[in-house]
Structures are given as structure tokens and as C-alpha cells.
């Protein structure tokens, strides 16, 4: 639409995708309303659209992610989540245990990494086991002590929703939902997030390539979510010497294809805490928007996922040179 | 237990694995009752249960996976579903198309497939797609033509279930139901068809190993669900001239780690109709118990997976080559 | 050229590609002699060539791979080695130890491998170990063994040949010279062997896709050898229960896109003995032309791939059931 | 040995290695000689060596890669090339053409990448082809331009060498030889540059792991060429929006695992001159003492890799951001 399109203009445009079977989503571009008619039969005179008044453009989209692509919306996508803008100027550190095992345990880890310089909290309430037989997480209580973490300290948190009928409950106490990458094409619990108005975090699976997860992240946005981030954590290759691979080119691609913001996660990547650091940088220097990164007091205690989580002192640690980084390439933290 | 063991011997073992906290499984193996106390602590000395009468043996298992091993369980299971008893001296053949499409597509692949020597009719009524904007199957009315395609033939069928929610519904309709590969590690689907008493095929992700596949199997098995069947579909590699990579050589080591039926699907392995055919024939060289096929009249009118589905003149005169395979490796068809 | 072309007929052709700066291949197919120009100016008229007297049709080669491609020979290549016939009807059996270690060791396991039905003896005299400190072989000792074994057994040998200086020296010994996995994309060994006249067997890297094998044979054909049968030999993926993944799948698409004979080797493909036999059976049916197995009298105590070695009895109950996939598949061993 | 070791002491535990079998290797470490005695048998004695004049301490190596590991030598190898310190504080830039194609092209491109502030330049003279009928470079021509290249730039050279008998050759034009991906396991190719004392660079194959690296390395440095230095430049996977996939997470592993200095490769391992900025910042960020960037002053006419050749401009202003985030991570450019 033209930028000082009216009300109403906007509402003739919807109508008539609406009245043609298209589905109408309404994003914000370069001080513009871009309308964009998903399912739209390609039969439909694109001249209809041109002569309405207050309609600046009609153009088709050829990616098949639409809401996604940059084609549509050219401008990046700045999620608020209580102060922190994912995908801005600020490169913005999500910190925290795998697990929520203790009042104790999470607190001490939450002010540890907002003292450090994180802006977000993680921690995971119900988790995705390999084995039925272990640590499942505490669930409601792990939802609940996270609640209470964030009226402590103020840091907004995410945890991950694993079921569609999970999802409201989970949307209650979280800032935002996490989507697993075991989970990323779950179209049930996709379809889910897609209905509510939380942002989520979109973790790539360990085999999908970048329009598989384009495609995943176009689940939810068509659902009427348009706040989505997506999240590189490595994939699966034949090299065993890290947990995962990860895949860093795929931050600046995504940065070309994708207006929705782009985070880093060099724990599950990496496996090891000891290249937690040095593959940070490389992730920030690489153009992340952001990063997820494991905390831990004690890693050796851990009920899942030890060996990759950083102490809260090294964290802190690899904050300073994480700063330099960013500035380096023109950004802060 | 001691093959004449009696009930009441049997309810004690049962009663004592409860009272110390551990969940008790009942299989059937060598003429045998087996119960598989999971979850007891190592603590607890096994010569109490050395010692109660009826008792024959009390030994660990080793492997991660419990209910699904052959520690357990040295006898292979057998599903027996209307009469095609999967997992048996004969290679069960699972065939259809892979979206139903309309009554008349199904019940003349229906009948085509039966006619050709076909035991078990496939069909997706709910459709996971890459795309949200792809056909997403016909949903409720496709479980009906299943079910009337049941009617005509004498069929039993398989049909997949993608969300928890589903199961229910997808039961009543269904012989077996069927978990797809993206959702080989979607924990809320795994249980919800571990709580019910119907056949399940599980197919392997297409990034998984054996191991985590034996352990996603386990999440059935110890939901009280003992008739699961194992499904190779190939996995994702850097080969990108088939759509998947058929990894056969899991089938002769997934019999050997477990008494669970194994079937192979060389449509979604290969991707391709000209290579079904040989890679069918390696399939049964290889041990599978069965096989999944997809065949549809007009492959290049299908919806869904038009250049991996057969023609039925195809399928008839690859049965005749299977058959001849079959017998080489001691079974039939 | 016509089925009863002349030499003179089929010299004029050969000089006319020469003048224009191709280099004239002449390959059989059909009853007819089919001459490639390889590197012929796209600029040329192919009306020059058709005009000329006893040429029935002149056709492009689509393939990047011209001399292996079944678009200019349609008929199998069937090679000849001391009365095996390697890509005929006869499914050929290679057997025998990884490495030559000792007098005893080759000719007692070339004695058993004849005598359950091989046609060929492997062995290897220089060994690409992955580090220079593990053994590397008995070279021209080994060279002499198997000479020997072949004196006395009448079976031909195949063995590695690892540098191009080093090539001469291995074809004045063995029937069948080794390109190893690690090597298919060595060109200046490949140059070496096309400009031999033994038949060369190429096994596919663990990394190559289907054209780079058929562009590595194409250096060898180029270079006017022949005589190349291809080699699957597993693909090195995520999966680790099995040393590298047997993509059988290959076998039918290969068989399909070149004439050349296509053997299968599931010791290196799997990795462990205890899966060779039902995995020989697979590439049987999926259309292999020969296996290569390995077999050693003690596997414990072998130099090299002692884990995927079958012991001389195993081998022989293996033979027979062998024998009846090959059947069920309209061939014998 | 000890700090002040006389000739004549380490003269003596190098004979003594050499009486018992071993080889001797005399490497320099934090101020100290070590001496390596690879292949010594374990029944000796390390007492016998410890109680020697000199000898500081007698350990073994556990990593199977000896001379490469750190454990025998904790100070990073510096190699020195005309003034470039490779493996030192310095991040050394290599850039050049992927192929010498012209007098024009080479000069041209070599004038540029030295303005911009590369240090060493880059350039194929004999190029390994998949097609045996694609452009294998201009051979001795293309040597002769790289050492005119070379006497008007003041920058030295690198080029491959893909045989072992012409290893000597590219040895008197080269300063550095690079052995390609596709050669890392030519053990015959790696003896030759073993044999030699120039610098060698060791570029990963695109599916071997870390250990196969630091072992391909370990047969150059046994062969007594302590020159070596490590290339990452890319795996292949399932993912296919980039040629390769960037294993940047072992840059931050070798440097633990090996004294040998590591070089980034962005332009095989992604394959797309538009992702070779955000990725050299980010290898620099993980680590890497150096990266080599194909540059081509008219990318679009480039017999080779022109998709993924930067143009000069670019380079330049790539070069500008290099230097911020080397200064970030306490090196410079």
C-alpha cells in the first residue's frame, strides 16, 4: 500500500483476497502496509489489485516460504521481548541451564548471567529425552520456578512447548515459546504457536536444510504469528568429534533469504564446553542476531547436558571478548 | 518365569516389582512368561526374585532400550493383523497410494494391489507437507474411504496419525497406524500410541541412528503398547541422486538387537519408480519383513509422490520377481 | 558405423575426428563399431559425418561422462579375466584376505575360497593405511605371493595398485588392478591405469556421488583402457553402527546410466562380518554383477580388517544361499 | 632434553633411538630440543633414556598422531614464508585466482590482493578436474607465470602438486605446495612432500574426520618435513545451499590437538562469493591463522570457481572488516 494508505483502502484490499479465497496477512515494511493474499488462485487479474486506490505495488512472491522471504518484506523483523529487540543492533545472549532442577539451581545460574550481560533466561521445563527412562524435567513445577526467576531478576525467559495441547499452558508463564529441533516439522504443535501471540524460537532440525526450515517457520507465520525467530544449533554429519556440526554459513543466508531474526545456539552445535568461546565469536562475526548459550554452577551435577554448559565464571569470561566481537562488526551486546 | 508358572506366582512377581517402585511388562517368549520390571532401582538385591517360586532366571538388560531388546526377548513378535501375521515366515506386502485422493483412486488401487498379492492397503488420510500451502490430505473423509476401501476388499489398512489428538480418531478408523519419520522423536505422539491396543509402524527418522530408533520404539512399548513394527525409509546423506539413501544393512542389525518386525519402505528410500523394483527384491535378500510400496494408477496425476508410486501392472509383475526372492531366502510371500 | 562397415570405412571417420582435433574412440555395441569423438569442436557439422559412406547415424552424447555412459553403448561390457566373465550372466565372487600377510595365510584361504565357488583372488600387497606407523603391506613380497597363489590355484588375482610410478610393476602381476576408495579421484593414478591394457576395478570414494565415479572411469576410458567395472563399497554418513553406509541403490541407477559391470563389497560397505552374508544377498538381488568379499582362516589375528573378515567355512554356507538369490534374479554364481 | 643439552647428549639419544629400532625426530619447544623416537618398541625401557646426561624427562605420546600432537611439542609452529609468519600473531591472508589462467589475469589479480593486503598469493597451475575433458590448468606455463607473479609482487607463492614426481618441480617454483582435498589420503603424494623441505598446506577431504587429517599430516612430518600446515575448507553433507559445509568448529579442536598452524578456506567451503566476508570474519573469530580467498578480476570469465571468486574491490573492503575482527581477538592482519 502507499505509505499514507487509509483504513479503509486497507480494508477494501483485504476483503477482496478474502472474497477471492485468499488469505490475508497484513506485515509492516519501510514505513509501508504490505498485504500480502496467501492461496490467492494464480488465475486472479493482478490489474484488480493495482487500480484500488491507496495500493502502491502488486508484485508475486516466487519463494515458496511467502510470509518468510525477504521478497515480501525487505526489512528485518525486530522482535521486543521486555526490553531485549532481537534482530536490532544489539546482539542479544538467551543464557540459562538445559534443565530447571532446583529453585536454587536456577536462580543462582539466572542472576549469574544477567550480572554477565545476558538478556534472556533459558531453562528447560519439559524435555525431549532420546530414552523414556530418563529425566523428563520437572514440568509445571520447572514452569513455575521460572516465573518466580524472572519476578526475581527481571530477565524475560524460554523454555520449550513439545505438544500442541502443551502450548497454552507453557504461553502462560513463558516470554517465548521454544520449538525443538527434533520438533521442527511437528505440524500439530507448529500449528499451535502459529494461533498464539508470544514470539517463538524456531530451532532448526538436525537434517533439514534452510527452505525445509523457511517452510517450518511459514507453518507459523500463515497461522497469524508473525513473531518468529529461528535458531541454527547444528546439524547431523559424519563428524563425531562435536555433538553436531554447526553450520554457520547458514546465518548469513538466512539473513539474505529471511527478514525474521537469526540466532546461534554453540551448545547443542559444539557439545563441548571447552569451543563454547571460540564458536560464539565466529557465530557473532558471522552475522547472528543472537545467541543461546548453556549455563551451569555445576556441569559435573547436571541432569542433562553437563558437558556442554559453561560455568557461570567462564561465561562471564567469554562476555568481554563476545563484546569485542560485536563491535567489530559493527553491532553491540 | 518357569514355563508352568501359575497366576498367582505371576501376580507376585508383578506386586513385589510395583512395591519397590519399578513399572511391570508381561511378554510372552519360548513358551515362557517374561516380566520385565523397568525402572527398579540397582539397589535392589535380584536374589529376592531368585528366590520366589515359579522364578527360572533373573537377569539384567543391557541395552538402553529394555522391552524392544533381544535380551529380553529372544522370540521374534509377530503382529498378526486380519490375517497377515507381520513379523512371520511370510513377507508381508503393504501397498497403496500415498495420499487418498478420492474413492474411485483408492478403491481401484485397492483392488489392484489386492489382486497382485498385496496383504495390507496403505493410505494417507492426514498428510505431513513441507508446505503449509501444500494438499494436506483429506483428513476425516479419507479415513472413511479407507475404511469403506476395508469394506470392499477385505484389506486391513495403515494410515498415519500426526498429533497426539489424532490417535483416537485415526484408531477407530485404522489396523495399524502409522508414525512418520519427522516424527519418529515427537515424544507426545509416541505416547498417546502407546496407550492404545493397535498395531503401530514406527519409520525411522531420517536422521536416526538405530539406537535412538530402538529407544523411540521403547516409548511405545513401555506405554503398555507391545505391537510395534520398525520401519527402514532411508536417510538423508550428501547422495542427493535418490531421494533418500536405503540404508538395507540396518535391517539385518535392527534383527538382530531386537524381536521387533522390520519393515522396508523403497518409495520414500529411492524417491524414484524405476529403482522399486531391485530395491524391493534387496529388501527381502536383506531380512525384511515386509515391505511398504506405494502404487497409484495415474502416478502423474497424484498429489503427493507421483515419481516414486507404481503402476499397477508394475506392481503385479514386480510381486511375481519378489515371490522368486522370497523363497531364495527361505520365506513367501 | 553400419553393421558391416568397412576398415577402410571406419578409418576415414577415425582420421576425419582426428583432423578436427578429437581423439577417435572405438568401442563395440551391437553388432555394430561405434566411434566417439571425444573433444570434437560443438562448431562441427554433424551432416560431415553423416554423408559419409557406412556410417548409419551420428548422435550426441547428453552425459557428461561419454565413454561410460549407456547413451553410446547400449550393451553391457562384459570384461573377460581368465574365464570369468565379469557383467555376464555368471554373478562373479571375489574372495580373499584383506592383506597378504604370509605364504600360508594366501594360499590356505585361496585354496577354501576356490573350492566354495570364488572365481577371483583379492589381496592386497600395498595397503593404504590411515597412518604411516600401522602396517603398510608386504609389497613386491606380496606381489610374489599372489602370483604364486594364482599358479596354484588357476584363480586370477586382483590387487591395490596406490601411486601411478608404482603401476606397471602391480600389472605384471595381478589380472585386475585396484583404484582404492581413497584414490578415485587421484587423476594422475587414474591417467596411469587408462594407459594400460588390465582390466581396472574402481571403487567409489566414500564421498563421491554416482557421476563423479563415472567421471573418474571416464578418465580411465579416456586415456584408451576399457576395461573398468565399477565398485560400491559404502558411503561414509551419520550412521556408525556399520563402518560406512551400503548404498545399494546405486547398484540398479548405475546399471541403468553405464554399460560397465558393477561389483559390490559389503565387507568394507558394512564392516562386520556378521552382516555379509544377508547383505551379499541384497546386492545380489539389487542387481550386483560380482561381490568382494573378505576371508581370512583366523579374523582375530588378522593385519588388517579383522572384524569384517568371514572365516573359510562361513564363507562356503554363505556361497549357497548365494546361489539361490543369484537364481531367484534370472542368473547363477 | 634439558635446557643447555650439548650436541653430543642429543647425539646420543638419537643414536641410541636408532640402535633400537626407532627414528629419530629432534623437534624445538619452549626453548628446549625435544627428541621423538617414533616406532621404538614398547618392551624398551624408558628408564634407559632417563638416566642419561641432558635428558630432562622421557614421555610417551597417547594420541596415535605423534609428531603432529601437542603433547610433544606445546608451542604452536611457526612457519616462516618470505617474511609471512604463518602460525604466529599475525592472521596471514593468501589470495589469488583459483587457476592461472593468463600472464594478464595472474599480474593483474596479484597487484590487487597485495594492495588490499594479502600476504601470500594463490594461483593453480595443475588443476584436479572431475571431467577428464574440463581445463586442468596451464602446467609448467602456469608455474613459470606464478614465479614472474612472484618477482614483481614481492609476494611468495602457493600452488597444488597432485603427483608425486611432480612434487620436485612445483618445488622449485613454489614456496608453499598445497596437497588438495581430494589427495589428503594420496600416501604416496604425501610421501614425496614429506621428502621435501619446503612448506606444505594440507587441505582436509571433504569427508574426513580430524584424526584422518592430523594422520595424513603425521605422514609428511615422519617423512622428516616439519613444514606443515592445516586447511578446513569445508565438508560434504546433506545440505546443499553451500558447496560444502564450514566445520568451523574444528579450527578451535586442532589448535587444541596439534601444534600445526590452521588456515580457513570460505571459498570451497561455501562455494558463494556473497558468503565469503561473513564467514572469513567468522573463522578468524573461531581462530584460524590464516585464510586463502579465491579472487578473479572478472569472476564471470573464470575457467574455474568463478562463483565463488571475490573481485578485487570486494576483497578490498572485506580486508577492512578482516583487520576489526582480528583486532577483537587480539591478533592482527
Known amino acids: 500500500m502507499e ?7 486497507i480494508g477494501t484490499v483485504i476483503l477482496t483476497i478474502q ?18 493474499g496467501i ?28 510470509l518468510a522471504s525477504r521478497e515480501i518484506k525487505t526489512e528485518s523483523t525486530v522482535i521486543n521481548v521486555e526490553g531485549a529487540a532481537i534482530g536490532g543492533e544489539t546482539v542479544i545472549i538467551i543464557a540459562g541451564p538445559c534443565s530447571v532442577e532446583s529453585r536454587q539451581q536456577l536462580l543462582e545460574t539466572a542472576w549469574a548471567v544477567k550480572e554477565a550481560g545476558a538478556k534472556i533466561l533459558r531453562g528447560g521445563a519439559f524435555k525431549p529425552r532420546t530414552s523414556p527412562y530418563s529425566f523428563q524435567g520437572l514440568g509445571l513445577k520447572g514452569l513455575e520456578l521460572l516465573a518466580e526467576a524472572r519476578e526475581a531478576t527481571g530477565l524475560p ?7 500442541p495441547e502443551m502450548v497454552p499452558l507453557v504461553a502462560e508463564y513463558a516470554d517465548i515459546l521454544q520449538i525443538g529441533a527434533r520438533n521442527m516439522q511437528n505440524y500439530g504443535l507448529l500449528h499451535a504457536v502459529g494461533r498464539i501471540q508470544k514470539p517463538v524460537m524456531l530451532k532448526r532440525g538436525m537434517m533439514s ?23 541454527e544449533r547444528g546439524i547431523r554429519t559424519f563428524n563425531k568429534m562435536t555433538r553436531n556440526t554447526f553450520d554457520l554459513a547458514v546465518i548469513p543466508l538466512l539473513k539474505q533469504l529471511t527478514h525474521l531474526p537469526v540466532i546461534a545456539d554453540p551448545s547443542h552445535a559444539t557439545g563441548r564446553w571447552d569451543l563454547i568461546a571460540p564458536m560464539s565469536r565466529a557465530a557473532i562475526a558471522a552475522g ?22 559453561l560455568k557461570p565464571e567462564r561465561f562471564a569470561r567469554m562476555m568481554t571478548s563476545l ?9 553491540s551486546l
Open 157 to 163: 525467559v524460554i523454555t520449550e512447548a513439545m505438544t
Open 39 to 66: 492461496g490467492l488462485s494464480e488465475a486472479i487479474e493482478p490489474g484488480m489489485f493495482t487500480k484500488m486506490v491507496g495500493v502502491e505495488r502488486v508484485s508475486g512472491i516466487h519463494q515458496p516460504y511467502k
Open 288 to 309: 547472528a542476531d543472537g545467541l543461546m548459550v548453556e549455563v551451569h554452577p555445576r556441569p559435573e551435577e547436571a541432569l542433562s547436558d553437563g558437558p556442554q554448559s
Open 19 to 36: 472474497k477471492f479465497g485468499g488469505t490475508p496477512h497484513t506485515l509492516h515494511n519501510d514505513n509501508r502496509t504490505v498485504i500480502a
Open 209 to 231: 536444510d534452510v527452505q525445509e526450515l523457511l517452510m517450518a517457520a511459514e507453518y507459523i507465520l500463515s497461522g497469524g504469528n508473525y513473531q518468529v525467530m529461528l535458531c
Open 323 to 331: 563484546q569485542q566481537v560485536a563491535q567489530a562488526v559493527g553491532r
Open 3 to 9: 505509505p499514507g494508505a487509509t483504513a479503509a483502502q
